[in-house]
């Protein structure tokens, strides 16, 4: 297996202090961040972005992963049979922008609308914490 190295965008359970955050933890954390692109952010104990009727930024962490992190990573979104792992703009505070691989996914799933694209914010909220 190569070393390659990929940048991630993540915004929901893989945040920090979420309970799915040890899968990309061996990453190197760059920047929080938000997409430059609007999408839709609907959550059902997951949040599910989707680029059908975007209405916001989504805001997140950006990561460096390599290989074998990336690949937990699709293992745990199910890529490409439930999330699709596509590439997308971020930008970072200072507004650097990166083109960063995201897991979107484009079914109808999650009830609750997300209307600032902030998981964080819904997690706290429902109790959600780390294992």
Not at 4 to 15: A, N, S
Not at 33 to 57: H, K, L, Q, W
Request: net charge negative.
């Amino acid at each position: 297996m190569s070393n390659r190295k990929h940048i991630v965008f993540v915004y929901g359970t893989l945040l920090k202090g979420l309970r799915n955050h040890h899968v990309i933890e061996p990453g190197r954390f760059i920047a929080d961040g938000e997409t430059v692109e609007n999408f839709r952010m609907t959550a059902g104990g997951i949040p599910y972005v989707s680029r059908r009727d975007p209405i916001c930024r989504i805001k997140g962490e950006l990561y460096i992963v390599d290989d074998k992190t990336l690949a937990d990573l699709d293992r745990l979104e199910g890529h490409p049979r439930f999330y699709c792992r596509e590439e997308i703009e971020v930008e970072a505070p200072g507004g650097a922008v990166f083109t960063a691989w995201c897991y979107l996914c484009e079914r109808s799933a999650g009830h609750h609308l997300v209307d600032d694209g902030d998981f964080r914010r819904v997690a706290q909220a429902w109790g959600m914490e780390a294992r």
